[in-house]
């Protein structure tokens, strides 16, 4: 109860006060229209210690992207655009958001494609700087060593290997 009136307070302050709305517009997305919400988010966000990066995104500690409530996941266009970018190209794009059962829990790629001699490749998006965690990683050089089997969608499919491919 004393958290939730503290941020309630909070709330009130960078909706009232001309320091808290002049933070407010610093922190607020671009295009927000509504202001209490985007005050509850920037609370929500400090109290989970999200920062909001000069690049606009957001990340957790760890340098983890974070969205704001309504809005795609940081990079979610850029790869979108890639991934139809390899398809106009002749890439043979199986899907996206594909998942592989990996020693360290399940490994998502943002795309996989067949290679030409049939091969499943899953492919990593990363972009605004951010790195793969060390759990991506191990799991990667597994892949990359003994392949993966795939669940889901993939299910019955193994991955060969993996790509990173680092987006602006």
Do not use: C, H
Not at 70 to 82: D, L, R, V
Not at 90 to 114: I, Q, S, W
Request: charged content about 25%; hydrophobic content about 35%.
């Amino acid at each position: 109860m004393n958290n939730a009136l503290a941020e309630s307070q909070e709330v009130d302050r960078l909706l009232s006060t001309p320091e808290g709305q002049k933070e407010l517009l610093e922190k607020a997305p671009v295009g927000t229209e509504n202001l209490r919400e985007a005050a509850k988010e920037i609370v929500e966000n400090e109290k989970n210690n999200i920062k909001q990066y000069p690049d606009g995104s957001f990340r957790t500690p760890d340098g983890k992207f974070s969205s704001q409530p309504g809005s795609p996941a940081p990079g979610t266009k850029a790869a979108e655009e890639f991934t139809q970018f390899l398809r106009n190209k002749g890439f043979d794009v199986v899907g996206e958001e594909l998942t592989v059962k990996a020693p360290v829990g399940n490994r998502r790629y943002d795309a996989v494609v067949r290679a030409p001699n049939g091969d499943l490749w899953g492919i990593e998006y990363k972009s605004g700087g951010a790195g793969k965690t060390r759990q991506q990683e191990f799991n990667d050089m597994f892949v990359n060593r003994f392949g993966a089997n795939g669940v889901g969608a993939l299910a019955g499919k193994q991955v060969v290997g993996t790509i990173t491919v680092k987006l602006p």
